[in-house]
């Protein structure tokens, strides 16, 4: 067994603290990172905080992972001793439905997906994630890392870059295509870096006008600021598709109306409570849907992507000791963009 040291979450109303804990002996596919950044998503704090109702504790958060490879399997193939490598939301699914075979392992039919942490595994012991100095993950669940991407701002790629970029592609974001996102936060911005590297016209909205001239320098065309009054009566029916990127409760109906006939609004945050939709703001033959992170394959392909245009993660570092308040400043959204721990400070 590998002795691992990290921070866990013992309960919903208890703040992470010092934790130790032991990781399986590499089996023949896995792959063994010693962890050097660990992106800190709201998820973390959801769920070590009870907010979702699926909470299992200890819970040692994180999924937004990259480290370096201290020791493989005899089977792996993928990488080799050295090696930067990074780990995102799962660690493993069923492999054989459709939706695995098919890439999209997230929405595995069995529903046997593995979460890096906060789910168990084939063998009914509980994951744990990032806040820790290691993790063991079968190599098929582990990514690439190109060695042009700074590891600590491709760390959140993992989690923000991927829960963005998948809906962008899937639903075609590109030249010609009018594409709006929804709140300036760790996954908003990067939803306008991808939509505007796609080459579609990019319109960000938001509350805050201290944010407007960030998010024309991150990718926006233009911004929209809807605490205005009549802020959405210009845009009625202009828009292709619609990313909302918000984690608190909203309503979303004003910007279904935004959108053309079949235009679709697609929702990757996930508010503590259930969104309510006016039948009328659907019923022109608009569409509101979701979208749950990406497939391996499509988050390697992302990575590259990202190599390739130079995307990273807009971040600020921080330490272990400052976890709980870098964790009150994301609630507050208080951060640009995502918050990264440096394990080092472990």
Same mark, same amino acid.
């Given at each position: 067994?590998?002795?691992?040291?990290? *921070?866990?979450?013992?309960?919903?109303?208890?703040?992470?603290?010092?934790?130790?804990?032991?990781?399986?002996?590499?089996?023949?596919?896995?792959?063994?990172?010693?962890?050097?950044?660990?992106?800190?998503?709201?998820?973390?704090?959801?769920?070590?905080?009870?907010?979702?109702?699926?909470?299992?504790? %200890?819970?040692?958060?994180?999924?937004?992972?990259?480290?370096?490879?201290?020791?493989?399997?005899?089977?792996?193939?993928?990488?080799?001793?050295?090696?930067?490598?990074?780990?995102?939301?799962?660690?493993?699914?069923?492999?054989?439905?459709?939706?695995?075979?098919?890439?999209?392992?997230? *929405?595995?039919?069995?529903?046997?997906?593995?979460?890096?942490?906060?789910?168990?595994?084939?063998?009914?012991?509980?994951?744990?994630?990032?806040?820790?100095?290691?993790?063991?993950?079968?190599?098929? *669940?582990?990514?690439?890392? %190109?060695?042009?991407?700074?590891?600590?701002?491709?760390?959140?790629?993992?989690?923000?870059?991927?829960?963005?970029?998948? %809906?962008?592609?899937?639903?075609?974001?590109?030249?010609?295509?009018?594409?709006?996102?929804?709140?300036?936060?760790?996954?908003?911005?990067?939803?306008?870096?991808?939509?505007?590297?796609?080459?579609?016209?990019?319109?960000?909205?938001?509350?805050?006008?201290?944010?407007?001239?960030?998010?024309?320098?991150?990718?926006?065309?233009?911004?929209?600021?809807?605490?205005?009054?009549?802020?959405?009566?210009?845009?009625?029916?202009?828009?292709?598709?619609?990313?909302?990127?918000?984690?608190?409760?909203?309503?979303?109906? %004003?910007?279904?109306?935004?959108?053309?006939?079949?235009?679709?609004?697609?929702?990757?945050?996930?508010?503590?409570?259930?969104?309510?939709?006016?039948?009328?703001?659907?019923?022109?033959?608009?569409?509101?849907?979701?979208?749950?992170?990406?497939?391996?394959?499509?988050?390697?392909?992302?990575?590259?992507?990202?190599?390739?245009?130079?995307?990273?993660?807009?971040?600020?570092?921080?330490?272990?000791?400052?976890?709980?308040?870098?964790?009150?400043?994301?609630?507050?959204?208080?951060?640009? *963009?995502?918050?990264?721990?440096?394990?080092?400070?472990?």
């Amino acid at each position: 067994m590998i002795k691992t040291h990290g *921070y866990a979450a013992q309960s919903a109303t208890t703040a992470p603290a010092p934790f130790d804990f032991e990781h399986r002996d590499p089996r023949p596919k896995d792959v063994v990172l010693d962890i050097q950044f660990c992106g800190i998503c709201h998820s973390d704090i959801h769920q070590a905080r009870g907010e979702w109702g699926n909470s299992m504790f %200890p819970m040692v958060p994180g999924h937004e992972i990259v480290g370096v490879v201290t020791a493989v399997g005899g089977e792996v193939t993928k990488f080799k001793v050295g090696d930067t490598a990074a780990v995102g939301c799962m660690v493993d699914s069923c492999r054989e439905c459709a939706s695995c075979k098919a890439g999209e392992e997230q *929405y595995c039919d069995k529903r046997a997906t593995v979460f890096t942490y906060n789910s168990k595994d084939k063998d009914g012991n509980l994951t744990f994630g990032g806040y820790a100095n290691h993790i063991v993950v079968d190599e098929a *669940y582990t990514l690439k890392v %190109p060695a042009s991407l700074d590891p600590a701002a491709a760390a959140p790629l993992l989690c923000a870059g991927i829960t963005t970029y998948s %809906p962008l592609k899937h639903w075609k974001a590109g030249p010609g295509k009018k594409i709006g996102i929804v709140g300036l936060g760790g996954l908003g911005h990067m939803g306008l870096k991808f939509s505007h590297a796609f080459g579609a016209q990019t319109v960000m909205f938001t509350t805050s006008a201290n944010k407007i001239e960030d998010a024309k320098k991150l990718g926006a065309d233009e911004v929209i600021l809807t605490k205005e009054a009549g802020w959405h009566e210009a845009h009625l029916g202009t828009f292709d598709f619609i990313l909302d990127c918000v984690s608190a409760p909203h309503d979303v109906n %004003p910007y279904l109306n935004l959108l053309k006939r079949d235009g679709v609004m697609c929702s990757v945050g996930v508010p503590e409570t259930p969104i309510s939709i006016n039948t009328w703001s659907v019923i022109s033959r608009r569409s509101y849907t979701g979208s749950a992170i990406g497939g391996i394959a499509e988050t390697q392909e992302m990575l590259d992507f990202c190599a390739e245009h130079g995307i990273v993660s807009d971040i600020e570092m921080t330490s272990f000791k400052e976890l709980e308040t870098a964790w009150d400043r994301v609630v507050k959204a208080d951060v640009k *963009y995502r918050f990264v721990l440096d394990l080092k400070t472990l």
